[in-house]
Every structure is written in structure tokens, then in C-alpha cells.
């Protein structure tokens, strides 16, 4: 079984919608992260978090917000979505300590239409 | 803030022959790691190679190699005898070991690698 799961893997939304994309690790690790990747832009940092009670903002924010819900659960929502959060969105985890490793979820494919 | 530059958008070589991607960055800091990521078409995001600024000997997995020229802040991956499952978008990554930057991933633009059987 993957160590890093997201749900969904697709997802086809409109404009205006609140969604929730969600992250689950059995990694034990107590860092989590959001990316999102664009083409020609790499990844780049939403939110993170370095323990339950930790929530960071990241490079690109806005429209965002996420919920630390347990130490294995990382979830971002959409507040209400835009065209221009089409993209491809990264959970990722890593443990303190562990040499600033991070490891992957598989990604979700978001299109707002 | 980090940056972290990959100037060569796309790259080829041919099966069994050796091909170097390039990777540059900016940082004041003096403790930091850098990464190379693998994101084959299945998208995945795989860890390929980590260095540690603090050492001096460059690191090395199996096939996968880094030339890690700190002075010159240049962090470049070397893989030999290519593969055609090597094909994929790699991606160069900066973490810095503390600062206000601390534990967050800065990425380059990536370079897409194609091996021609």
C-alpha cells in the first residue's frame, strides 16, 4: 500500500465550488505539505504544517486554507474555486529530523471550469 | 529567499549513453540539502538523489550521481547508462537546514529528459 494517499485523483469542478482535497499518511511522519504544480512553474508551496497544532502559510496561498485534522490527515480546500486553480496539487510528508526528505502522495488533477 | 534555476527546459539522449542536467541556486545560508526529483508520465514525484551541503564527497545511487560544487552553488545530476524508463520530468530542489526558510522545499522549473532507444 502507498505510504502517501490523496483522494481524489481527479477531480472536474466549476466555478464558484468549495472542494476538498485530502492527504493520508502511514509514514508516522509529522510534517505534511501542500504544492501545487503548473507547467512550466515546478512546484510550489501552499500550506504546511509541522505538527497538529502547526499550520504554515506558504508561497501561494490565497484562495486556500487546509485542516490538520490528526497527524496522518492533511486536508486543502477551495473556498470557492477559480479557472486559475486548475492544476496539479502534491501532498507531501516528511519527519523532523530526517534531512528535509520529503515524500510524495501520487497528486490530484484539478480542472475548474 | 532561495532560488533555484534549471536553465535546459528539455533534454535527449540515446539508450546505454550518459547525459548531465544542469541545476543552480542562490542561498546565504550555509547548511542546506539539495534533492533531485523524478516525475515520470504516471506523475508520481520520486526522490532520486540527496546531498548534504555540510559533505564534501558527492553523493551517489546506483546509476545516479550529483557533482555538488558548493563555491559555485551548482548542484548538477549525472546518469549513466540511460534507460528508457529514465524518461521523465526531473526537478532540482533546495531545503535550507534552518532559518526562517527552515524545512520548506524550494523547486526549479524542472527539464523534461527523453532516452531514444
Known amino acids: 500500500d502507498a505510504d502517501v494517499t490523496q483522494t481524489p485523483r481527479n477531480r472536474i469542478t466549476k466555478t464558484g465550488k468549495r472542494i476538498m482535497l485530502e492527504c493520508s499518511q502511514t509514514k508516522g511522519h509529522d510534517r505534511m505539505y501542500w504544492y501545487r504544480q503548473d507547467p512550466g512553474l515546478g512546484l510550489r508551496l501552499i500550506y504546511y504544517s509541522f505538527d497538529v497544532k502547526d499550520i504554515n502559510k506558504g508561497e501561494i496561498s490565497d484562495g486556500y486554507s487546509v485542516s490538520r485534522q490528526a497527524q496522518a490527515k492533511f486536508s486543502l480546500s477551495l473556498e470557492s474555486a477559480i479557472p486559475n486553480q486548475t492544476a496539479l496539487y502534491f501532498c507531501?510528508?516528511?519527519?523532523?529530523?530526517?534531512?528535509?526528505?520529503?515524500?510524495f502522495g501520487p497528486g490530484t488533477r484539478l480542472l475548474v471550469l | 529567499a532561495q532560488t533555484v534555476t534549471q536553465s535546459q527546459p528539455e533534454m535527449s539522449v540515446q539508450e546505454a549513453e550518459t547525459v548531465t542536467l544542469s541545476c543552480t541556486y542562490d542561498?546565504?545560508?550555509?547548511?542546506?540539502?539539495l534533492f533531485w526529483y523524478k516525475q515520470p508520465p504516471s506523475r508520481q514525484m520520486i526522490l532520486v538523489i540527496r546531498?548534504?551541503?555540510?559533505?564534501?564527497q558527492n553523493a551517489t545511487e546506483n546509476r545516479f550521481s550529483v557533482n555538488f560544487q558548493k563555491a559555485a552553488k551548482s548542484f548538477s545530476l549525472k546518469i549513466s547508462d540511460s534507460q528508457l524508463g529514465d524518461t521523465a520530468m526531473y526537478f532540482c530542489a533546495f531545503a535550507n537546514a534552518g532559518g526562517t526558510s527552515y524545512g520548506k522545499l524550494t523547486f526549479g522549473q524542472g527539464t523534461i529528459l527523453t532516452v531514444h532507444p
Open positions: 546531498q548534504e551541503a555540510y559533505k564534501q
Open positions: 542561498t546565504s545560508e550555509n547548511n542546506y540539502y
Open positions: 507531501a510528508t516528511s519527519q523532523t529530523g530526517g534531512l528535509e526528505t520529503q515524500y
